[in-house]
């Protein structure tokens, strides 16, 4: 049995190319595409395998694109386990251009799902021969699979004896803390937008981390933000950790990166300090790669020793 367990209801494979400029009308020549599997669970369970930890991951699988997405995990020495769509599995495509440096993501909906074909996945979860350590559910929600998709991994979770850890947005973020979980992720314009409020200062940012906490919706929340560090707040704790030093290539991934180390991380029986600052590195790491690709370890464990964080004392109750 994996020690991580991932659920990822809206898989894609990541396209990356260079193009010299992006212009309108004109045929823009491309670099040979690189592909690699991508959606929010798979990437944490691509970063969590990297950092050494026992990984499975679940999602479901269409067409052509859908084969290719579980060759390219089997690639990596991720145990897959999938479900059948009756559509095909999406793609994203992201376009570096070499002129300017600046680089353009474009994120594809997901197709509609069958209840059928999602609740095949929960059924996947719920049917597991004994318990992982840790069940983590990220990314989005695809039509015709409801806002409480994830609650409902959470409740099977529960059952079954693991730690949650959800990195979701909107009515799926709302449901899933209805249920209380261990950790959720969410980055500063995600939790901005659920609670309502524009959170400008670290003070705002732990007062809204600490009231989820304290009304039982999470024990813990870690918080990105982006070039500004992150941060993780607990009932009686708050850390932050500074921004690293170095080259931003490419933000594609970074989130992912950074759930995948703190998960591996607390499933290598280290503490939650600890854990936040592997996540801190594995998110520097993945800012340093170009296009999709996510952190390594050889770059998470250089970073490691930069990793400054402090606790802030303003937090305590």
């Keep these: 049995m994996p020690d991580i367990v991932t659920l990822t209801i809206n898989p894609a494979i990541d396209i990356f190319v260079n193009v010299d400029h992006v212009e309108p009308t004109r045929k823009m020549r491309c670099s040979a595409p690189k592909r690699d599997p991508g959606g929010g669970g798979i990437n944490v369970a691509r970063v969590a395998h990297r950092l050494g930890s026992d990984v499975a991951a679940i999602y479901p699988i269409g067409g052509a694109l859908g084969k290719l997405l579980e060759r390219l995990l089997e690639r990596e020495g991720i145990a897959s386990l999938v479900t059948p769509s009756h559509v095909e599995t999406r793609e994203n495509f992201t376009a570096y251009e070499k002129g300017t440096g600046v680089q353009y993501s474009f994120v594809l909906p997901g197709s509609r799902l069958h ?51 959800i990195d979701t947005s909107r009515g799926a973020l709302a449901a899933v803390l209805k249920e209380g979980v261990m950790l959720i992720k969410p980055n500063l314009a995600e939790l901005s937008e659920f609670v ?106 250089r970073l490691l020793p930069q990793v400054q964080i402090s606790e802030i004392e303003f937090a305590l109750p």
């Design 115 to 165: 209840e059928t074909e999602w609740r095949a996945c929960l059924d996947k979860l719920a049917s597991m021969p004994s318990s992982p350590k840790f069940v983590v559910a990220s990314g989005s929600v695809p039509p015709g699979v409801p806002d409480d998709f994830f609650a409902q991994a959470v409740r099977h979770a529960k059952a079954m004896g693991a730690k949650t850890v």
């Design 196 to 301: 309502g409020a524009t959170l400008d200062t670290d003070r705002d940012r732990v007062s809204a981390c600490r009231k989820l906490v304290a009304n039982g919706h999470a024990e813990a929340v870690a918080l990105t933000l982006g070039d500004q560090g992150a941060m993780l707040v607990t009932a009686t704790k708050a850390w932050r950790a500074q921004p690293l030093a170095v080259e931003v290539v490419s933000t594609v991934g970074a989130g992912d990166s950074f759930l995948g180390g703190m998960v591996a991380t607390l499933a290598a029986g280290k503490s939650m300090e600890q854990a936040f600052r592997v996540a801190v590195a594995a998110g520097g790491a993945a800012v340093m790669s170009a296009g999709t690709e996510l952190s390594h370890e050889a770059d998470v464990k």
